[in-house]
């Protein structure tokens, strides 16, 4: 119930992967469906859960760069809102100045 599939330890995955997963003759879902209805489905999870991790894993640094780039679209947005009230500000100067001259 508490199992964190994002958090799957590298010693772990190394260890499922050497020992039982890159071994497809032995490891066949298939084949282990037909000796046990409860470990075929099993055996499915758990080569899901090791591939997810690995996909989950491999894509946590896009992750960072997003949350990054999140951040500085923040602070870009709050600068071209500051330049936004500026040039609304010097518009309304020149056109008092055009005003001034006339």
């Known amino acids: 119930m508490n199992f964190d ?3 799957i330890s590298p010693a772990v995955k190394v ?3 050497n020992n ?3 071994d497809e003759a032995a490891f066949d ?4 469906a037909k000796a046990s209805r409860a470990a075929g489905p099993l055996a499915l ?3 899901s859960i090791v591939e997810y991790s ?3 894993h491999s894509i946590t640094p896009l992750r960072n760069e997003l949350k990054t780039l ?3 679209e923040a602070r870009m947005l709050a600068k071209q809102r500051e330049l936004d009230a500026e040039v609304i500000h010097l518009e309304a100067s020149i056109e ?3 005003t001034e001259f006339a």
């Open 20 to 22: 039982y997963l890159n």
């Open 96 to 98: 008092d100045l055009k």
């Open 15 to 17: 260890f499922l992967m």
């Open 54 to 56: 690995e996909i989950f």
């Open 29 to 32: 879902p298939a084949r282990i």
């Open 5 to 7: 599939k994002n958090d």
């Open 70 to 72: 999140e951040a500085e």
């Open 45 to 47: 999870w758990v080569k």
